[in-house]
């Protein structure tokens, strides 16, 4: 049954084998970056432990940029919807993390 899924995993979503790269330690970083709440910590001490967070999964698996030139005649502005959807991601994540008492801030922020 777990060969199926691997098998179910590869083929539906490209899966390849990821050696040589640093696979374990960003699922590690990722796993710990969406356990991430505030908790009993200050909104400064919550929002820098996100941040770090970001930081080390960006210094891992950065957002793709491109090298090829293309962008620079770009029209339809790709680079900054990747950015916006990846800065969009943060904020959400910090957000979902924010104890219950900031519910009137995610409320005026997400609507």
Request: proline share 2%; charged share 20%; glycine share 4%.
């Amino acid at each position: 049954m777990i060969i199926f899924h691997m098998f179910f995993l590869q083929v539906n979503f490209g899966l390849k084998s990821m050696k040589g790269t640093n696979a374990l330690e960003l699922y590690q970083l990722r796993k710990d970056y969406v356990a991430l709440s505030q908790a009993n910590l200050s909104l400064m001490d919550y929002y820098n432990e996100l941040k770090n967070a970001w930081e080390n999964i960006d210094s891992i698996d950065p957002v793709p940029m491109c090298n090829c030139g293309a962008l620079d005649s770009c029209t339809c502005n790709l680079l900054k919807r990747i950015l916006t959807r990846d800065t969009n991601a943060k904020l959400i994540q910090l957000l979902m993390g924010l104890n219950s008492g900031f519910e009137h801030v995610k409320t005026n922020i997400l609507s």
